[in-house]
């Protein structure tokens, strides 16, 4: 079969509106040469539309036009290497979809640990940031949370009590190997968010051995939050103020 029999073949496969790069595609080293040849052909004939270098979308057709993947697909190229998860979305666009903002920002950041990851073109625009720990999905939706408490006093628009209400919540949905994990990963983070976190898992009673926070804190250190006991019970065991 030719080459670009085969991608075309491929790419028919694909659901409208996937996203999908070269590695996704079954192509020999031998035939790269032909296969780049053959995905520009397509994309003269808006067969599919590229994103950015080597990363490419097949267009949803209905009878309004085309329609472009929505933001999770567009991102999920970025986000993944081989079908591992390398980096997430943070932000004020991660704490908009966390509840804890009513801001939607023009770009977004992406977390990472090894790879800076930016993005800029006529569909989605986004900066690098260097994520505290490697980057899995094991853990990604804990450094989001993690996120949140990093960078509470920054975040735009934010209503404390209904926040530490949300990310308590959240926090307390976690089993205890979750919970351990997030822990672990906490570590990582700056004194204050180390700080919030033991404070938020002390007031939900977690059953977790909140030892290893609290002996890796300042004992002389204060951390403002500006928020009171009547918002958090707990804070002065934290030293938060």
Do not use: H
Not at 138 to 151: G, I, S, V
Request: proline fraction near 5%.
């Amino acid at each position: 079969m030719g080459v670009t029999k085969n991608i075309q073949i491929q790419i028919n496969k694909l659901a409208d509106g996937t996203t999908f790069k070269y590695e996704q595609l079954d192509i020999e080293p031998q035939n790269y040469l032909a296969a780049a040849k053959a995905i520009e052909r397509l994309i003269a004939r808006n067969v599919i539309k590229r994103i950015s270098t080597g990363i490419f979308y097949k267009p949803k057709k209905t009878v309004f036009g085309e329609l472009k993947p929505n933001e999770e697909e567009i991102l999920r190229p970025f986000l993944f290497e081989k079908d591992k998860r390398i980096a997430y979305v943070t932000g004020t666009s991660l704490y908009n979809r966390l509840g804890l903002t009513t801001q939607v920002p023009k770009s977004i950041k992406i977390a990472s640990r090894n790879k800076r990851i930016a993005i800029s073109n006529d569909i989605i625009k986004a900066s690098p940031v260097k994520s505290y720990v490697d980057v899995s999905d094991k853990n990604f939706y804990l450094l989001e949370l993690l996120d949140a408490l990093k960078d509470f006093k920054k975040i735009p628009d934010l209503d404390k009590d209904s926040a530490i209400k949300i990310l308590s919540g959240k926090i307390k949905k976690l089993n205890s190997t979750e919970t351990k994990l997030l822990i672990e990963c906490g570590l990582a983070y700056p004194p204050r968010a180390r700080a919030f976190l033991g404070a938020i898992l002390e007031n939900i009673q977690t059953e977790s051995d909140l030892t290893s926070l609290k002996s890796s804190l300042n004992p002389f250190s204060k951390y403002d939050f500006s928020i009171d006991k009547k918002q958090l019970p707990t804070i002065e065991n934290w030293n938060i103020i």
